[in-house]
Each structure stands twice: as structure tokens, then as C-alpha cells.
């Protein structure tokens, strides 16, 4: 009996002594000091409170510190990048606007698909743009100006046209050898000018002189004659070749120094030497 009653005595003592450190490890602050890991088969409530002297992870599912996480991570809303950002050959998707800093700060091939705007000039500085066989079109659905790998230009469709003013320029015309003057292409000299033109399938050379006007130099026809409309056409010495027999009744040749037959004759139509009005 008196066994018993010591029992007792004992589960109460043992009740009594773990209501007593309840009590102070509620009010006091729980320190785990071990060297083996623990184990959690539930979930940590921080209420509200940090996690502080977090190391930098091991493994995949390691929790992350914010220093960590500054170091190798882009903030969603924004963030500057204090090293390089290797992709390891991915790609990246959804890009807004992109401003550099410098412009030479892009090395190696820069592939662009789909449709890109750009607001500002691409400063190459002695750097290529390499097409590879492709083109440069003013919209995605007509073929521009395409260079092949041999250098050379070909445009599809349309002209190169190099503008000097809104009345004034030269186009270089698709699928033809020749330069098509399509408007007047003037060079000035002081308040004088010469132009050159097409004209009605023929080449004009004419010259505005700002007291007399103007007045047409060389005409060159489609026929392939040429035609001096006003001046004379000076040699300088030179001679003139394979020249054929006068064409047209006012035709004649004027000379002041004679006519050198150099061991030919002069005869009329019938053989007659003819002096003037004398045969």
C-alpha cells in the first residue's frame, strides 16, 4: 500500500515538473544546437519571423538567401546586372525596347526574325551587315534589295533612285545596261548650267547661259546620228576618220588654206574636173 501511494507521489512530482518547463520554455527562446540534421514532417510557421544567417545553397533544393539571390538572380521588376548573362545557346523571348550603351558592345552574329523596328541609325563602324542572301525590304511582303554572294545588287522590283532634290534625280532602271535619266540632271557652274537629259528616245546635252538662255550643244538620236543644232565642232588638229560622202544639196566644205588632194582628184558626177563654174 505504501508502495503505491510512492508511485503516485512520483506521477505527480513528474506532471508537476513538466507544467514547470512548459511555462519557461514558452517565455524563453528555443535554441536546437546539433550536429546531425533534423527532420520536419510538417511545415516550419515562421509567424512572421526571419530566417537569419542563411548560408548559400548546396543543392537544387536548397533555400536561398537574399544576398544569393541579388548575385545571381534578375528581379522581376527590374534589376542592373553586375556580371554577364550566359545563355548557354537559349534564346530570348518577349524583348521590348533595347538601348546600348555603346553600340560596339555587340560581337558575333546577331540574328533578328520576324518584324523589328528601328528609331535610330546602326552605327557599323567598318563592320558588314552579311545578308545571306537575303534583303532589304521597306515592308514584309515585296522583296527589296537583295545581295547575293557574288556582291552583286539586284532589285526585285522598283528602281534606285538617288534624290538630289524632289525634282531632281537619277534612277537606275531595273533589268536595263543603261543609266535612265528619268528628269532633268543639271551642272552648275556659277549662275550657268548644263544639262543633261532624255528627251523623246534621245540624249540631250544642252547649256543655260543666264544672258542668252538655253540653247541645245549635242543631240544624240536613237538613230544613232548626232546632231550639232548650233556651234561649230572644232577638231583641235585632229583628224577625222572614214568619213563617208556629203548627204543633203546644201552640203559643202569651206577652207581657208585649200584642199590637200594628196594624189587623188576632184571631178564632177561625170569625171569632169570642175574649177568653180569651169569643167
Not at 527590374?78 to 558592345?105: A, F, S
Not at 535610330?120 to 515592308?139: A, P, R, V
Not at 556582291?151 to 534624290?163: A, K
Not at 533589268?175 to 543633261?196: A, C, H, Q, V, W
Request: charged fraction near 20%.
Amino acid at each position: 500500500m505504501k508502495t503505491t501511494k510512492v508511485n503516485v507521489n512520483r506521477k505527480i512530482l513528474y506532471i508537476l515538473i513538466s507544467l514547470v518547463l512548459l511555462t519557461t520554455l514558452s517565455q524563453a527562446q528555443l535554441e536546437f544546437r546539433t550536429e546531425s540534421p533534423i527532420d520536419s514532417y510538417s511545415n516550419f510557421d515562421m509567424n512572421n519571423n526571419a530566417i537569419t544567417n542563411l548560408s548559400n545553397p548546396q543543392n537544387p533544393q536548397d533555400a536561398v538567401n537574399q544576398r544569393f539571390a541579388y548575385r545571381n538572380f534578375i528581379d522581376q521588376d527590374g534589376d542592373t546586372l553586375l556580371g554577364d548573362l550566359y545563355l548557354n545557346g537559349n534564346d530570348i523571348y518577349g524583348v521590348g525596347r533595347m538601348e546600348l550603351e555603346n553600340g560596339t558592345n555587340i560581337t558575333g552574329n546577331l540574328e533578328i526574325n520576324g518584324t523589328t523596328t528601328l528609331e535610330d541609325d546602326i552605327n557599323l563602324q567598318g563592320n558588314n551587315i552579311n545578308l545571306q542572301n537575303g534583303y532589304l525590304s521597306n515592308d514584309g511582303d515585296n522583296e527589296g534589295i537583295k545581295i547575293d554572294d557574288s556582291g552583286n545588287i539586284n532589285v526585285p522590283s522598283g528602281n534606285i533612285v538617288l534624290n538630289k532634290t524632289t525634282s531632281q534625280y537619277i534612277s537606275l532602271r531595273n533589268g536595263k545596261p543603261e543609266i535612265r535619266f528619268t528628269d532633268t540632271n543639271s551642272f552648275t557652274d556659277s549662275n550657268d548650267y548644263g544639262i543633261l537629259r532624255g528627251q523623246n528616245n534621245d540624249l540631250r546635252l544642252k547649256w543655260y547661259d543666264s544672258n542668252s538662255g538655253i540653247s541645245n550643244i549635242l543631240v544624240a538620236h536613237s538613230s544613232g546620228d548626232v546632231e550639232i543644232p548650233s556651234g561649230d565642232l572644232d577638231m583641235n588638229n585632229n583628224n577625222i576618220h572614214n568619213l563617208n560622202s556629203l548627204d543633203g544639196g546644201g552640203d559643202t566644205i569651206k577652207t581657208d588654206d585649200g584642199i590637200d588632194l594628196n594624189g587623188n582628184k576632184v571631178t564632177s558626177s561625170n569625171g569632169e574636173v570642175c574649177m568653180g563654174q569651169y569643167c
